[in-house]
Antibody, heavy 130, light 108 residues
Framework: QITLKESGPTLVKPTQTLTLTCTFSGFSLTTSGVGVGWIRQPPGKALEWLAL???????RYSPSLKSRLTITKDTSKNQVVLTMTNMDPVDTATFYC??????????????????????WGQGTLVTVSS | SYELTQPPSVSVSPGQTARIPCSGDALAKQYAYWYQQKPGQAPAVVMY???ERPSGIPERFSGSSSGTTVTLTISGVQAEDEADYYCQSTDSSNTYLLFGGGTKVTVL
């Protein structure tokens, strides 16, 4: 079965860079169509999509945070890493990683994004404070 | 910037019908997806491609689309349906994803 788990620091200082790792099982990022994304949720607030990476290294970023985010994959370790620079207290949130996918469309002979998340990790709370 | 708009809250009595709208210009062209999130839990998808229900989701959950508004409907609401619900979609060119602000469904 598909599982994902986020790991990283629980506390970072303002201006520091946050590095989070998503370790997954039950699928591989070498398989055509597979993707992993990151979503965050400040306490008591709404979900916010951050980034998404696919098996073919197609990467998507939130326009409002693009300058601060980098998403990479390590297929040998079944991991996806998200870095967010210049952290601020307003970035305090629970960060989730989640599985997504593209599906093959025979009519166009290409992969089409599903653009949703069908399996989620449990989330990890990151607090930004000095 | 592009946004998806949801009402902050919806209240419904047990057995009644809850309707949660989500509006956004690109919804006329792009699919919407719905997630249910209960306190302390990760979100879980309850509807995809506007009106497709994942396996394991009760039939009382349904989705519809009309123009720039999509709607998640919960028929015969049960106490266990009390949760936050988020719509999610993409911009008109599928460049980025976004979530709505969420709707808290309260079962009276």
């Amino acid at each position: 079965q598909i599982t994902l788990k986020e790991s990283g620091p629980t506390l970072v200082k303002p201006t520091q860079t946050l590095t989070l790792t998503c370790t997954f099982s039950g699928f591989s990022l070498t398989t055509s169509g597979v993707g992993v994304g990151w979503i965050r949720q400040p306490p008591g607030k709404a979900l916010e999509w951050l980034a998404l990476i696919y098996w073919d290294d197609d990467k998507r970023y939130s326009p409002s945070l693009k300058s601060r985010l980098t998403i990479t994959k390590d297929t040998s370790k079944n991991q996806v890493v998200l870095t967010m620079t210049n952290m601020d207290p307003v970035d305090t949130a629970t960060f989730y990683c989640a599985h997504s996918f593209k599906y093959y469309d025979s009519s166009s002979s290409s992969y089409m994004g599903s653009y949703f998340f069908d399996f989620w990790g449990q989330g990890t709370l990151v607090t930004v404070s000095s | 910037s592009y946004e998806l708009t949801q009402p902050p809250s919806v209240s419904v009595s047990p057995g009644q019908t809850a309707r949660i709208p989500c509006s956004g210009d690109a919804l006329a062209k792009q699919y919407a997806y719905w997630y249910q999130q209960k306190p302390g839990q990760a979100p879980a998808v309850v509807m995809y491609k506007d009106s497709e229900r994942p396996s394991g989701i009760p039939e009382r959950f349904s989705g519809s689309s009309s123009g720039t508004t999509v709607t998640l409907t919960i028929s015969g609401v049960q106490a266990e349906d009390e949760a936050d619900y988020y719509c999610q979609s993409t911009d008109s060119s599928n460049t980025y994803l976004l979530f709505g602000g969420g709707t808290k469904v309260t079962v009276l």
